[in-house]
Structures are given as C-alpha cells and as structure tokens.
C-alpha cells in the first residue's frame, strides 16, 4: 500500500495534556511534511494550527467535550462553533458516555444532533467518538445507531486516553451497524505501519495517531503514549 494514500488516512494527534505551542507547530511541520489529512490538537490550539498549515492541503481537526464527552450540550455547540470560527474543518465530538450507559439514549442522540447541525451549518465533518474501550458490544452497537441517526459523518473508536485504544473487531461491528455512507474512524494505540494498513484494509477511512513519522519512516521516536 502506497504511503501517501496512508498518510492522506492520518489524523496527526496533538492532544496530549502537556502540549505546548512549540510542540504544536513541530507537529504540524510533520504533517505538512507527510501530506497527511489533518493535524487534530485541542481546541486552544485550532488558530495556531490553521496559522501553520493555511495555504497547504493539510486540515486542521479539533476535539469537542474531550476527552470525557460529559460536557453540556450547549458547551459543546459552543466550542464547535469557536473551533470552525478558529479555522476547524473537522470535528471529532465525544459522546457522552454516562448518559449513554444510563439508557438515556434520547440525551445522546440530541447530543450529537446539536453538534452535527452546528457543524453541517458550516461545512464541517463530525466525527462522533464512541470510546470502545468502556462500553460492551451492545452498547457500541445502540452508539453506532445513534450516531448515525443524529447526522454524523464517521463513528469513532477512541479518544486514546480511556482503556485499550482501537480494535479491530471493533471496527468489524461498528461497519456492520451503519450504513454504507458512514465512515469509520480508529484511533488510539495505532503506532506501526502494519497496524495501520490493517485498520485501513478493515475499511477505516481514516486513523488517529500520533506515530505518523513512526509508521510512514519505520523510525521509533520513543512516543509511548496510547493515542
């Protein structure tokens, strides 16, 4: 599989607590480098981002409620409206979880709604995250749904910051829940190029991780964080 049709797969994570904004603009140099999809960093950092990738192919991806999803609502519609305001092309919302493990599915399905409105008004993609680790096929399956019938464009694996990351089986499910025009997104623990081709040959349309250089040069950086 030919690198840059895998780069052009590859969110390039900047969302580790203790990222600075050197650490930001190093990362974006790597991106631009690889030509990869986006750069996605914490939303303090969307109007630095788009500073160094404006004029390239490269987007700038944010996160909305992460990485807990339990944000309100409102909150979260609000810093989607900031982000694309700050130059976001792409949002990655994580659901929240509480509520859908207390079968408030109503709660979850208005959740993701309000933010997939605020950024389809826009011109934006949403990626909604179901974070895999905590849930069991069940409810991965009753997310899946609601994701899609709330208007997102790509289910979501993981955050990388609670449990295992993503897993291929989970990608197996969450492609047989929805339907043929969602895409998939893993994330999380993705740190080799076989992993990578692996999750893009499941059928992901794109993957989240912080190892670009790592998996498209084969050199070990020594990042051992799980995004």
Known sequence: MDNKLIAKTIDHAVLKPDATDADVERECNIALRFDVASVCVKPCHVKLAHSFLKGSDVMVSTVIGFPH????????VAEAFEAIEHGALELDMVI??????????????????????????????LKVIIETSLLDDENKKIACRLSEEAGSDYVKTSTGFNGSGAAPNDIVLMKNVVGPHIKVKASGGIKTLDQAIGFIELGCHRLGTSSTEQILTGVDKQDKSLY
């Open 96 to 125: 929240n979880i509480g509520k859908l493990l207390s079968g408030d599915y109503i709660y979850v399905k208005n959740d993701i709604e309000a933010v997939a409105k605020a950024a389809h008004s826009k011109n934006v993609i």
């Open 69 to 76: 999803g339990g944000t309100t609502t409102a909150c979260k």
